[in-house]
């Protein structure tokens, strides 16, 4: 059981260049989601979804994108990036939904120059 | 909408002291409260949470917070710090207004001194 798995670990961007990050959960979870780390902001939400097929978003969507195309998979896209998207974006996966019961990846460390 | 201030962004304690961090919360309905450790390069990892039963939460690594209502606080406390418990430390809120989800606090981070 490896739980939640980010890829990559770190990445360095040129402002413009897109990538997309990739979260893998094998706990059958239905919910999952993208947070980004600030420093002295916490965690905020990017996007989640609920099952399957849905996303939705979250406190701060802009600039981003994802997919969920499979139960197990959730990606989030950056199509043109800023250096202000410039964070630790950590994914979380949880059964149902209720907060507390989240799994966290390990996150990945994303500078954009 | 719910919001959750920690009060000290960085604490400095000896090894054996008392540990306390500070969180107030405003929220327009019942919320559930949380408590979530993160150590260097780590993801985030539950040390508690209060769900509308006992006021006083007990978690793991010996932590414990309690909820009051008249001063919106949920502050978190362990009696002797060991230098493990180094760490940031994150304070979260979440109600039925925001469909659950969670809002965190800005952190504060724990140092121990040997």
């Known amino acids: 059981n490896a739980g939640v798995t980010q890829t990559p670990k770190f990445r360095v961007l040129k402002t413009g260049q897109s990538m997309t990050l990739l979260c893998a959960q094998d706990?059958?979870?239905?919910?999952m989601y993208w947070y980004r780390q600030d420093p002295g902001m916490g965690l905020r939400l990017i996007h989640y979804?609920?099952?399957?097929?849905?996303?939705a978003k979250g406190e701060v969507p802009d600039g981003y994108n994802v997919s969920r195309l499979k139960k197990q998979n959730f990606l989030l896209g950056l199509e043109s990036a800023a250096p202000s998207q410039t964070s630790v974006y950590f994914c979380?996966?949880?059964?149902?939904?209720?907060?507390?019961?989240?799994?966290f990846g390990p996150g990945t460390r994303l500078t954009v120059l | 909408a719910q919001s959750v201030t920690q009060l000290g962004s960085h604490v400095s304690v000896s090894e054996g002291a008392l540990v306390l961090l500070r969180c107030n919360y405003s929220s327009s309905v019942p919320p559930y409260l949380f408590w979530y450790v993160q150590y260097p390069n780590q993801g985030l990892q539950l040390l508690l949470k209060y769900t509308s039963a006992a006021t006083l939460v007990k978690g793991i690594n010996g932590f414990e917070a309690e909820f009051k209502k008249s001063e919106t606080s949920f502050h978190l406390t362990k009696p002797s710090a060991h230098m493990r418990d180094a760490a940031e430390y994150f304070c979260?809120?979440?109600?039925?207004?925001?469909?659950?989800?969670?809002?965190f606090g800005a952190g504060t981070t724990v140092t121990v001194r040997a």
């Open positions: 979260a809120v979440s109600d039925r207004s925001n469909d659950y989800k969670l809002s």
């Open positions: 979804s609920v099952g399957e097929g849905t996303t």
């Open positions: 979380a996966s949880s059964l149902y939904g209720l907060a507390g019961g989240e799994f």
């Open positions: 706990m059958n979870h239905e919910y």
